[in-house]
Each structure stands twice: as structure tokens, then as C-alpha cells.
């Protein structure tokens, strides 16, 4: 990590390992939250770690996660989880995101993000709504506009992804009807109900 002295000297502000987040919901996932922040970045910046950022940035707002996909990664081994644990571990290592444990569709989710998917290493399956998949391999980089989506890893090693994501404000067909949650892994859709 980079940053600036009060005079703007650019300098080495943190060189470290970052610990890894393994949420029990989420059996055989990894994710590295690296970066973030709620607002416009301000320059210079001496380069200390964001604190207390949840897990989605609300409009404006980013973060740089890094995540390892497990092979047959599925969203079946949370129902082995006791529910209120699961929910909680969840609050505690990914703050305000949230997961459905009752989801007629696992794993479907949209979030108020444009997200940057980079593939590094493996690859991906990215389910849509329709149940239009795409495989994604190393080197591959697509681009989510806030739409729901599934991921699957149906090979035999781990896949690892770097993500980007941008806040977003989500337009509402009816003025009046209150925004959804931007931390919602489970809004209503055509394949979720």
C-alpha cells in the first residue's frame, strides 16, 4: 500500500499479509477484503486501512476485495449451519451483507454495485436470471450492472476472482416504494420469487 506524507512524498505505507474471511454460510469461500471507502477518495492519503466500512458500499462508495470460489462450490452446506449462528458469523466478518436463508434460488443475488470481476486463476460459472451461463477463465473480466446472478465453481480446483465494487443508486419504478436493500443477496426476481 501506498500513501503520502503530510508534505506529499509518496512512500511504502503498509506492505502485509491480510487475514482472510470465512464465513461458516459460505462453506470452502475466501474472501480478502483489501480496500474501501464511503466517499470520494481524498489526496493525498497516508495510506491507513478504511475501518468499521460494511461489507457493500452504499452510492459512491468502493472496495477491493479479493475471493477464492471452492470447486463445487454450493449454497446447500449453509443449511447444515445452525441459521442464527450463520447469520451472525455472517454480521460479524461481512458487516450489512445479508444472506436468505429460505432463498428458493441459493446463491441468486443482486446488490446496488457495479462490480469489476477480474478471473486470476480457475474458472467461474456466472449464472443470470434465465439460467444463461457463461464459463470464465483466467484473464476474463466481466462487468455487473447490478443484476441478479449466481456464481459457480463446477471444476476440480479453486477458482480466485478480484473484485471492484462501485456504489450505486438503483432506480425504483415507483417513486414512492423504499429503496431495497443495497446489502440484499437474495432480492426477488423471475427466479427467485
Known amino acids: 500500500m501506498t500513501g503520502a506524507t503530510p508534505d506529499g512524498k509518496s512512500v ?8 482472510p474471511v470465512r464465513p461458516i454460510m459460505l462453506p470452502g469461500a475466501i474472501i480478502h477484503k483489501l480496500w474501501g471507502g464511503d466517499g470520494v477518495p481524498e489526496l493525498p492519503h497516508d495510506g491507513t486501512p478504511p475501518e468499521g466500512l460494511n461489507y457493500l458500499p452504499g452510492p459512491g462508495g468502493y472496495r477491493l476485495y479479493v475471493y477464492t470460489v ?5 449454497y446447500d452446506g449453509r443449511k447444515k449451519v445452525d ?6 458469523d455472517l454480521q460479524r466478518k461481512l458487516p450489512g451483507l445479508t444472506i436468505n436463508p429460505n ?3 441459493p446463491g441468486m443475488h443482486a446488490t446496488d454495485t457495479v462490480d469489476f470481476q477480474i478471473i486470476v486463476e480457475g474458472e467461474v460459472v456466472l449464472e443470470l436470471d434465465d439460467g444463461a451461463e457463461k464459463v470464465l477463465k483466467a484473464g476474463d473480466v466481466v462487468v ?14 479453486d477458482a480466485t476472482m478480484v473484485g471492484i465494487m462501485i456504489g450505486a443508486r438503483r432506480d425504483q ?3 414512492a416504494a423504499p429503496s431495497p436493500a443495497p446489502s ?8 427467485n420469487g
Do not use: F, Q, Y
Open 83 to 88: 441459521r442464527e449462528e450463520g447469520l451472525a
Open 70 to 74: 471452492p470447486p463445487a462450490m454450493t
Open 12 to 19: 511504502w505505507a503498509s506492505d502485509e499479509t491480510i487475514e
Open 173 to 175: 419504478p415507483d417513486s
Open 144 to 157: 455487473l450492472n447490478g443484476d441478479r446472478h449466481k456464481w459457480h465453481n463446477r471444476s476440480g480446483v
Open 184 to 191: 440484499s443477496l437474495d432480492r426477488p426476481g423471475p427466479a
Open 103 to 105: 432463498s428458493k434460488n
